[in-house]
């Protein structure tokens, strides 16, 4: 399994803006299917974004299309979240995660099989 560790999270006013990283790290990691989760408290986890192994495909959740973009480098084994027009309903721990086992976009949480430890994002109105 991949080790991801997720960074770039903190306190922003609403509109702002934030950019989350995500650096993964193990000998096997080949670049699969990525994702972006989101918990907020009292609440489940869901899905926010991915893409496919060469950041030629993403899809988005609705409540975030238009504001958020993700994307990846594969040299660095890095995945972005760029996150834009924050609203105080984006505050949440944000959790990267890789789908060794497939291919595409994946938007499944339970198709992940590794997960980082979580940025918090927290937004003010």
């Known amino acids: 399994q991949a080790q991801l560790v997720e960074s770039g999270g903190g306190l922003v006013q609403a509109g702002g803006s934030l950019k989350l990283s995500c650096a993964a790290s193990?000998?096997?990691?080949?670049?699969?299917?990525m994702g972006w989760f989101r918990q907020a408290p009292g609440k489940e986890r869901e899905f926010v974004a991915a893409?496919?192994?060469?950041?030629?495909?993403?899809l988005y959740a609705d409540s975030v299309q238009g504001r958020f973009t993700i994307s990846r480098d594969n040299a660095l084994k890095t995945v972005y979240l760029q996150m834009t027009s924050l609203k105080p309903e984006d505050t949440a721990v944000y959790y990267c995660?890789?789908?060794?086992?497939?291919?595409?976009?994946?938007?499944?949480?339970?198709?992940?099989?590794?997960w980082g430890q979580g940025t918090q994002v927290t937004v003010s109105s």
């Open positions: 893409i496919n192994w060469s950041g030629g495909s993403t």
């Open positions: 193990g000998r096997t990691f080949s670049n699969p299917p």
């Open positions: 995660a890789s789908a060794s086992k497939f291919v595409g976009v994946v938007s499944v949480l339970g198709l992940y099989d590794s």
